[in-house]
């Protein structure tokens, strides 16, 4: 199985602030890389795939980058809303693996 | 609007066969590849499978040998079976057009407890 590796696992930030989270895999799987934010009780929701397009209806303050192990997911200009869990996801193989998450609260 | 909902015992003893059903509206099943993903409570999302719309099935080596995913193109619904429960498997488990697609069902908890 691919291991996904997010860092941090909790990130502390202010609103107004920019953020970066990363996701590293344990092996090359090309941009077949996923993005999703949970907040607690809800169903996650997909952010961004294929690294770095945008689903329907994201904001574009959400950005993706990367390819072969390496991603990150930045978040410009913090909102109260975006303070939640992030999950990446690996889609190159099979079983289709997830990161830990990355927990980011208001500081 | 596109709208998933998944169904079935909130509660399942030990040993026995959970089954969830993924009921479909507002869009094709056609279009997407159709994941059952699962949450342990306080913990992270687990892949369980998926199915495309012809049928051909894809599962974690984790859970391969006591998991069944299936469609029903006809009633827009995606099934899930897993057998000989464990506490190990009480989650809130979803499904949803992942990967690639937007949509997710809002999740339904099964306990698995005697």
């Known amino acids: 199985d691919i291991q996904m590796t997010q860092s941090p696992s909790s990130l502390s930030a202010s609103v107004w602030d920019r953020v970066t989270i990363t996701c590293r895999a344990s092996q090359d799987i090309s941009n077949y890389l996923a993005w999703f934010q949970q907040k607690p009780g809800k169903a996650p929701k997909s952010l961004i795939y294929a690294a770095s397009t945008l689903q329907s209806g994201v904001p574009s303050k959400f950005s993706g980058s990367g390819s072969g192990t390496d991603f990150t997911l930045t978040i410009s200009s913090l909102q109260p809303e975006d303070f939640a869990t992030y999950y990446c996801?690996?889609?190159?193989?099979?079983?289709?693996?997830f990161g830990q998450g990355t927990k980011l609260e208001i500081k | 609007q596109v709208h998933l909902q998944e169904s079935g015992p909130g509660l399942v003893k030990p040993s026995e066969t959970l089954s969830l059903t993924c009921t479909v509206s507002?869009?094709?099943?056609?279009?997407?590849?159709w994941s059952w993903i699962r949450q342990p409570p306080g913990k992270g999302l687990e892949w369980i499978g998926g199915?495309?719309?012809?049928?051909?099935?894809n599962y974690n080596p984790s859970l391969k040998s006591r998991v069944t995913i299936s469609v029903d193109t006809s009633r827009n619904q995606i099934s899930l079976k897993v057998r000989s429960v464990t506490a190990a498997d009480s989650a809130v488990y979803y499904c949803?057009?992942?990967?690639?697609?937007?949509?997710w069902g809002q999740g339904t908890l099964v306990t698995v407890s005697s």
């Open positions: 949803a057009t992942v990967p690639g697609g937007p949509y």
């Open positions: 199915i495309h719309d012809s049928g051909s099935t």
């Open positions: 996801q690996q889609y190159n193989s099979y079983p289709y693996t």
């Open positions: 507002g869009a094709s099943m056609i279009s997407f590849y």
